[in-house]
């Protein structure tokens, strides 16, 4: 549970830094300002309506002079945001269900709230009234914490940040009203995460008010300003005009996110949310550069609304046998999904007549984004011309085992899933993937020239993940031909191991999960990448030589664990060399 815990608070500090959350910030900068409209300053106490001395003060002395409260106004807004936004994550749609109400009402209210906090901060009888429910409390200042806290209640219930597996796993099992003590555990953790970079924000702007003259000299404007600036922002929420500056960013913590949230420990933890159905699609990786066999595609079950089908009617992906599918897993509110909807309509546009299929299937992340009208208004907005499954059960999303917004799913002539890939990019790769099934569909298809030709330099040429799998491995070579589940001597090819090729001497073990070394193992490839990493478990040590020369020896302890073999200055082609222990068991090779 610990680590489950680390995965949230790592996942909560990146989203909290995603562009998502951009349009909340200015609000939480002004929300930790002055929390009245004059400076707070040093008075004399006064005791009663006299000044005459009491016991408390000797004769002849001023009285002493009073501290002034502190603002605490950032710990009451952010304090307000995470916890609105965890309980209404985990709970709001089990809630808005028992009660019978619409599905958007809590963005509803969030706007409400917002209009009203700065309709407080123009005229202060609305604040006061605000502040009401507060004013029973027996604390100094409570009353101006008080809003601020409502503030960041409001602020929580519009609060959308870009999803990864972990919000996915929170997600989903808020609509599911599966609340373990891991899934609180894991949102708590991502509810703090989030909460420390949106405090420093806060704290920012309190201390900017305290030390910026003008924020002193001029409180009332300011407040009004900030006011007015609420209102605005509410209603470019409404309208959804910060959606095109958020597109606009680039996805600076995508690398992050995945170093987090989808490492392999991650994925183990998270994995509680699938069960044994379909699991032949976890024979597959994500992005992986090549088309591969992941098993029949599942249906798409639990549609509630099919929207740009004629008369509504759902579409039956056996009907689509004999073309090619490509099935986008999305939700309207996803900044990173609207980001990666113009190349699915790329590809839409230029292979629909050619045997491609695109179908959108809607997952909702919060409960307003399981409105009909919503998801339809969205879909027009953003020019969606193809079939759009409305899966408010997130039952789709069950059967492909999925836990990305967006996600893409490859579904070959036959019915078989061939390719996935989660998040943004990698469309150069994918598009020249459908293009691939779509040939070997029609071998006598006449393609367009791709609409996608730049390609990640990060990526370009980089060796795909290497799987030590009698079912998965590829670019085997050597002697003799490998053997399942029994001890063989091997032995490198006389010519050497080509580029992205890989080759065994010693004894093996090859098995359909991993290979186990034995006598005098040894394991050759020759990959390009900027570093290489490789799964192990038992217990020995493994000896690393790079391009000849041994360069460390690794310890090898316990479980599968992903250890790294080789880390260089920059991409460059390299022939790696492992001298196993026996008894070591090889899983799979990962580049970065």
């Not at 004013?135 to 999803?163: D, H, M, T």
């Not at 079950?301 to 099919?306: A, E, N, P, R, V």
């Not at 040429?461 to 998965?472: A, D, K, Q």
């Not at 992903?562 to 260089?568: I, S």
Request: with cysteine; charged share 20%; glycine share 8%.
């Amino acid at each position: 549970m610990i680590t489950l815990a680390l995965i949230g608070l790592l996942g909560g500090l990146i989203t909290a830094v995603s562009p998502c959350i951009l349009p909340v910030l200015p609000v939480v900068f002004l929300a930790g300002g002055p929390g009245t409209d004059t400076p707070a300053t040093r008075r004399p106490a006064l005791v009663g309506t006299s000044s005459t001395p009491t016991d408390d003060t000797p004769t002849g002395e001023p009285p002493t002079a009073a501290r002034p409260a502190r603002n605490l106004r950032p710990y009451a807004v952010v304090a307000g945001l995470v916890l609105s936004f965890a309980f209404f994550t985990l709970l709001g749609v089990t809630i808005i269900s028992a009660l019978g109400l619409p599905q958007d009402i809590l963005r509803y209210v969030g706007l409400a709230l917002l209009v009203l906090i700065g309709l407080g901060l123009i005229f202060p009888p609305v604040e006061r009234i605000l502040e009401k429910p507060f004013a029973r409390i027996p604390q100094r200042q409570v009353n101006k914490e008080g809003s601020a806290f409502v503030l960041g209640l409001g602020l929580g219930l519009l609060y959308v940040p870009c999803a990864g597996p972990v919000l996915a796993a929170i997600t989903v099992a808020g609509a599911r009203g599966e609340i373990s003590a891991d899934i609180v555990v894991l949102t708590v953790a991502f509810a703090i995460g989030t909460a420390i970079p949106l405090l420093v924000f806060a704290l920012a702007g309190r201390r900017v008010a305290e030390r910026v003259a003008a924020f002193r000299t001029r409180a009332r404007k300011l407040r009004v300003i900030s006011g007015i600036l609420m209102i605005a922002l509410a209603f470019a929420l409404a309208l959804d005009v910060t959606a095109a500056l958020q597109r606009a960013l680039p996805d600076y913590t995508r690398a992050a996110q995945r170093t987090v949230e989808d490492s392999d420990t991650a994925r183990q933890k998270l994995s509680g949310l699938y069960d044994d159905s379909n699991k032949e699609l976890s024979r597959c990786e994500d992005g992986v550069d090549e088309l591969r066999s992941c098993g029949q595609a599942p249906p798409l079950d639990g549609i509630s609304t099919w929207i740009n089908t004629p008369g509504g009617n759902p579409v039956d992906l056996t009907s689509l046998r004999g073309r090619v599918v490509l099935i986008d897993f999305w939700t309207y509110s996803c900044i990173n999904c609207q980001r990666s909807i113009p190349h699915i309509k790329d590809w839409d546009r230029a292979y629909r007549d050619k045997g491609l299929s695109v179908i959108g299937v809607h997952s909702p992340e919060f409960a307003f984004e399981k409105s009909a009208k919503n998801v339809a208004d969205q879909t027009r907005k953003l020019g969606i011309t193809y079939p759009v499954a409305l899966d408010n059960k997130l039952d789709t999303w069950d059967n492909y085992r999925n836990r990305f917004w967006p996600a893409k799913y490859l579904i070959d002539a036959n019915g078989t899933v061939r390719y996935f890939t989660f998040g943004e990019g990698r469309y150069a790769q994918t598009e020249n993937l459908i293009r691939d099934l779509l040939r070997q569909a029609d071998p006598t298809v006449v393609l367009p020239p791709p609409t996608d030709q730049a390609e990640d330099q990060l990526t370009a040429g980089r060796t795909p993940e290497t799987y030590l799998s009698t079912h998965r491995i590829r670019g085997y070579t050597g002697t003799p031909e490998l053997t399942e589940d029994k001890p063989v001597t091997y032995s490198y090819p006389s010519d050497g191991t080509p580029l992205n090729k890989i080759s065994l001497a010693g004894t093996w073990t090859a098995g359909y999960e991993h290979f186990t070394a034995g006598k005098d193992a040894r394991l050759a490839l020759t990959y390009r990448a900027q570093n290489a990493n490789l799964v192990l478990a038992g217990e020995g040590t493994v000896t690393v030589l790079v391009d000849g020369e041994p360069t460390r020896t690794i310890e090898v302890h316990g479980t599968p664990t992903l250890y790294r073999l080789t880390d260089h200055d920059n991409p460059r082609e390299a022939r790696l060399e492992l001298r196993l222990t026996p008894g070591l068991q090889a899983f799979a090779f990962t580049y970065g």
